[in-house]
């Protein structure tokens, strides 16, 4: 019987003997992804000068000029395209060997800026933002963000995990399987939202996790507790820190919230007023672009979390409505090639990054309609910023790459063909083509 259940979990991984032929990738995402990235630009160039004009006047300084904004976003998109080139061509299997290695340095850069900044205080290393300590600087260059490569480390780690556990039928284990899941992603979530306080990476990286367990086939009675220990310990991280609790209490009771808060109205809803007011003076067709007035120093983090209230206010409910459609679109592709992958592996790190882009999207456009709390998480390839940029662009490259070999039909409807058939579980689009694959 166990036997039998390891021959099954070697066919659902791709493990075992599974052959599988490459073919051209899935071109669409290069396009949707190259659109938001234009998109992004655009904006840039067109609330840049505005943004450089409130720094000026804040600093006292002329240091910002009008094109600040849009060749920094030009340089990052460049990094951003190298990145994705990058893990095109990275074969999976050097990447996969490569799992406990990512997570090390991941965990290592993570140590070093936590000593840097919370231990020396060295703030020419460690950039202190809002009383965190989240970034590198690195001067000219700007910031690097340790927690994306911690993203991209636990999302690696655990296609090679869980791959490994579905082949052996051990998915299901809760000593083998859910206990070093648990642990791994905790002391991941620990450094980023307790160490770094940062709450919007933490949801991003916990449904990372979440969309790699619903893929690996976990039984639905172990992810419905996992979910509900997840969303307890959620709770008390919001309860017990007072930012937190004050824009929760905001959300939940608006101008109300000002008196159990002992903060004033304006102040606690002031960045959701202004967001709100972004979208609404759009309208239907938006200001057009040079016209935002949000953007004049009304709104706060204009260019980088509240892009999409900017978007509204530029581009109109028309606009919005396009863009929208695009995230849509690219991540209707991720998810369709997760669902055609044979490798359990592959299958779980396409599956890990869409929950990734998904969290960004969701949660982001959401905290800007009042949907829910304030998040302070970057609209993927559209926010100014060259970190979230760069592994994006990274994990859609791996997708990619990874997208050369779906079969022509979903796994799921695979599974209950011959599968002495080569064409039933592993067969390509274009089965002609017998190229091996270089991973």
Do not use: C
Request: net charge positive; proline share 3%; no cysteine.
């Amino acid at each position: 019987m166990n036997r039998a259940r390891r021959a099954v979990g070697r066919m659902a991984s791709g493990v075992g003997d599974l052959a599988q032929r490459r073919h051209r990738p899935d071109y669409q995402i290069v396009l949707f992804m190259g659109l938001l990235m234009l998109l992004g630009l655009v904006l840039m160039y067109a609330i840049g000068p505005q943004r450089a004009n409130v720094l000026n006047e804040v600093h006292n300084t002329d240091f910002y000029t009008d094109t600040y904004f849009v060749i920094k976003q030009a340089l990052s998109l460049a990094v951003a395209i190298a990145a994705f080139v990058f893990f095109s061509k990275l074969p999976f299997s050097v990447l996969t060997r490569s799992a406990m290695r990512l997570v090390q340095v991941g965990l290592g850069l993570a140590a070093l800026l936590f000593v840097a900044g919370n231990l020396l205080h060295i703030d020419s290393i460690a950039a202190n933002t809002l009383g965190a300590y989240r970034w590198f600087n690195l001067g000219p260059l700007g910031g690097f963000q340790p927690a994306e490569v911690l993203k991209i480390a636990l999302l690696v780690y655990l296609a090679v995990f869980l791959g490994k556990r579905v082949s052996e039928g051990a998915v299901n284990d809760v000593e083998r399987t859910v206990l070093p899941v648990v642990g791994i992603t905790g002391l991941m979530l620990f450094i980023v939202v307790v160490l770094q306080k940062d709450m919007g990476t933490g949801l991003a990286m916990a449904s990372i996790v979440g969309a790699m367990l619903l893929m690996s086939g976990m039984s639905w009675k172990l992810l419905t507790r996992l979910v509900v220990v997840a969303m307890v310990i959620g709770a008390l991280l919001v309860v017990f820190v007072p930012h937190r609790r004050e824009r929760l209490m905001t959300f939940f009771l608006g101008d109300a919230a000002a008196d159990s808060s002992h903060v004033a109205a304006d102040d606690s809803n002031y960045h959701i007023k202004n967001a709100m007011i972004a979208l609404g003076t759009g309208g239907f067709a938006g200001l057009g672009i040079g016209n935002s007035i949000q953007a004049t120093g009304y709104l706060p983090e204009a260019i980088n979390d509240s892009v999409f209230a900017i978007m509204g206010e530029i581009f109109g409910f028309m606009g919005v409505t396009v863009i929208l459609g695009l995230f849509g679109a690219l991540l209707l592709r991720v998810l369709r090639i997760a669902d055609r992958l044979p490798d359990m592996r592959m299958k779980l790190a396409v599956a890990g990054v869409f929950g990734w882009l998904a969290a960004h999207v969701v949660l982001n456009v959401a905290s800007m309609i009042g949907l829910v709390p304030l998040t302070g998480i970057t609209l993927p390839l559209l926010s100014f910023g060259g970190t979230s940029m760069v592994f994006v662009a990274g994990a859609l490259g791996l997708v990619y790459q990874l997208s050369q070999f779906t079969s022509h039909s979903t796994i799921m409807e695979s599974r209950y063909e011959n599968s002495s058939s080569r064409r039933g579980i592993g067969g390509s689009r274009y089965p002609s083509r017998r190229r091996t694959p270089r991973n």
